[in-house]
């Protein structure tokens, strides 16, 4: 069995980690930096950006009453449950697409032509044919993110090394064997682009899916924040969906150092 002990770091590998957590540090310091000087009730940027402070404060009143994590957990569950869909989906119909020609020349024609429509242009049919329930929300970040991971993912499997393959036949491996030990594995990092493309498709739709008649959800609750010009209260819905977007990212970078710890990946 092999080890899959971690090496330790060389001494310029902890440099340069010592040095990244500096930079960040710096980077979050400016930030809030700009985020101080264009909230300045003397600017008139300062009537649209609230100033951290408030929408600390906004945080804190909405986490007293649990109404935050109510709004969280149901656009998390909306996203979870679009994207898991998807996912499900655009992963055998990429494979299909880039294993069985006849099945690529009927499907490919016409995910060109949808992936140029934006996904939003959908809401209306959605809202009439499944109504302004949970259903109407996850079908729409469905098409998002599907769209976006079935190309990329049927860019993978198209793109799988000839000679790996021509190694596999002339060691005598069938079809079958070929898609899953060569096709399959050879895909993977391509599958984990896809899911981080997907789940970053699926919370830039959240917003407008949750504009489909959402009691609950942290589109809803920007919205309404809006109507009444609550701007901490909608930079803290905003920033709360950064924050998310950035966990589902480390989720996923953890899958692929797993999946793929034979090849050497660089974080973005």
């Known amino acids: 069995m092999v080890s899959m002990r971690k090496r330790p770091l060389t001494p310029k590998e902890k440099h340069d980690r010592k040095m990244t957590i500096v930079y960040t540090a710096i980077s979050v310091i400016l930030a809030l930096a700009v985020w101080l000087t264009v909230s300045y009730p003397g600017f008139k ?19 007293k009453t649990s109404l935050i994590w109510v709004h969280i957990g149901a656009s998390v569950y909306r996203v ?21 020609k006849p099945f690529r020349e009927i499907v490919q ?5 949808i992936r140029c429509i934006p996904p939003l ?27 976006v991971m079935v190309i ?15 190694a596999a036949r002339v060691l005598g491996a069938n079809d079958r064997t070929i898609f899953l030990k060569v096709i399959i594995p050879a895909s993977i990092p391509y599958i984990i682009i896809g ?5 970053s498709s699926s919370l830039t739709t959240l ?21 009444y010009f609550k701007m ?14 950035l966990l589902f990212e480390k989720i996923v970078s953890i899958a692929e150092r797993r999946l793929t710890a034979w090849q050497e990946t660089r974080e973005m």
């Open 109 to 113: 024609p016409w995910l060109r032509f």
């Open 80 to 100: 979870l449950v679009g994207f898991g869909l998807a996912f499900v989906v655009a992963v055998p119909t990429s494979f299909l697409m880039g294993w069985y």
């Open 195 to 199: 899911a981080r493309l997907g789940l």
């Open 121 to 147: 242009a959908f809401i209306p049919l959605v809202i009439v044919g499944a109504g302004v329930g949970e259903s109407a929300k996850i079908i729409v970040i469905f098409i998002a993110a599907f769209l």
């Open 207 to 227: 917003i407008a899916a949750e504009l489909t008649g959402a009691q609950r959800g942290l589109g809803q609750m920007i919205q309404e924040a809006a109507n």
């Open 152 to 166: 990329s993912i049927y860019g993978g499997v198209v793109n799988v090394d000839n000679t790996l393959i021509k």
């Open 45 to 63: 940027s300062g009537r649209v950006f609230a100033p951290p402070q408030k929408v600390l404060t906004a945080f804190e009143e909405q986490a």
């Open 232 to 245: 901490d209260v909608v930079l803290m819905g905003i920033i709360i969906i950064g924050v998310v977007g």
